[in-house]
């Protein structure tokens, strides 16, 4: 008698606890997937001072270009000379998720570029070394 008790008391409880389970509502959000940035230069290589150089970034989520960034910058300075000032410019957006900036380096030598990208309530800022040369 105490063992079908049992399992009755078993099965109410099982019973309760799957109804309350299957009332819960469904809190599955899909998490969206990150921002990428990739930066891009032209010329890749050979950059000379004084000659203008094109710095992009390439902005994507998933398979979709992003054109809706809430801010590019392009934060560059003097790796060879930690003293050196940062300078801040803003991206323009060209299309197919790429801005850019137009830069002409004074003088050689080893230069960090990094691309601060707000976008989708996200932040990504990749970092890209580049070497402007005499000829």
């Known amino acids: 008698m105490k063992k079908i008790f049992a399992v009755l ?36 290589t050979g950059i ?9 970034a390439w902005v994507t989520q998933g398979s979709e270009y992003v054109d809706d960034a809430d801010e590019v910058e392009f934060e560059i300075w003097n790796k060879t000379r930690p003293d050196d000032k940062h300078e801040l410019i803003k991206g323009k957006l060209q ?4 801005y850019s900036i137009q830069k002409t380096f004074d003088a050689p030598g080893s230069y960090y570029v990094v691309s601060h990208v707000t976008a989708r309530g996200m932040h990504n800022m990749p970092r890209k070394e580049l070497t402007v040369t005499q000829k």
């Open 95 to 98: 299309g197919k998720g790429v």
């Open 9 to 44: 008391l078993l099965s109410l409880f099982n019973l309760l606890f799957s109804a309350c389970a299957s009332n819960q509502p469904d809190n599955k959000e899909e998490i969206p997937q990150i921002i990428d940035v990739k930066i891009h230069t032209e010329p890749e």
């Open 48 to 56: 000379e001072p004084g000659k203008p150089v094109t710095i992009e």
